[in-house]
């Protein structure tokens, strides 16, 4: 029995500190609308804590992230049941392994999209990676070859090659990119 009282006293003591708060905020009428135009002006008004060198590293770091996560999925999900023949006709577990890899298909590409972004505000990762961008646009299609089924051999190379040029350009820009997988969740949530 103490602890519900406790529980009681506790919430009883909350609920009147929110109800006099609130009645304190809404009496003071205009003066609260001034002070957070003032707020507001002055948040509006700070510069951006981010120099051109903090943005440059910043871009690299969410470019490492973003091709790093496209070439776990691509291996994961794409190459290594590739490898293991589960893409073949009349192998068990066929279509679950070919869905798999056309969402991680998807997934790569989405993080490949978005690592080139990065790599522009880099001036040697947008060198780097400037010659990709047509065959990171040419991977769109992919996916869904992948979904149905269709000449996988040719898609699972065209995956692991553009996958192992970002790696190649990262890395000659001082930005290594290696194999993260990523969970399930960022997987379907992208």
């Known amino acids: ?20 708060g609130a009645t304190a905020c809404s ?17 509006a008004a700070t510069p951006s804590p981010s120099t051109t060198a903090e943005k440059q ?18 291996y994961q999900w794409i190459v290594k049941p590739w490898k293991a023949g589960k893409f073949k006709k009349g192998v068990k577990g066929r279509r ?3 869905i798999k890899a056309g969402v991680a298909g998807a997934f790569a590409y989405n993080r490949l999209k978005a690592a080139s972004r990065n790599a522009k505000g880099d001036p040697t990762l947008s ?11 040419a991977l769109k299609s992919l996916p869904a070859k992948l979904r149905k089924g269709k000449s996988t051999d040719d898609t699972v190379g ?21 194999d993260k997988v990523p969970s399930t969740s960022q997987l379907t949530g992208g």
């Not at 009282?5 to 909350?14: D, G, K, N, P, S």
């Not at 910043?58 to 790093?68: E, G, Q």
């Not at 010659?131 to 646009?137: F, H, N, Q």
């Open 27 to 43: 009496s003071s009428g205009s003066s609260a609308t001034k002070d957070t135009a003032a707020v507001a002006a002055a948040v």
């Open 96 to 98: 679950l392994a070919l």
């Open 158 to 178: 065209s995956f692991d090659d553009i996958i192992n040029q970002v790696k190649d350009a990262g890395k000659s820009a001082g930005a290594k990119v290696t």
């Open 57 to 74: 590293r910043l871009s690299k770091t969410r470019f490492v992230a973003n091709a790093s996560l496209a070439a776990g999925a691509t």
């Open 127 to 137: 060198k780097a990676i400037g010659p990709l961008t047509a065959g990171i646009d």
């Open 1 to 20: 029995m103490p602890v519900s009282i406790r529980r009681l006293i506790v919430a009883l003591t909350l609920s009147c500190a929110l109800v006099a």
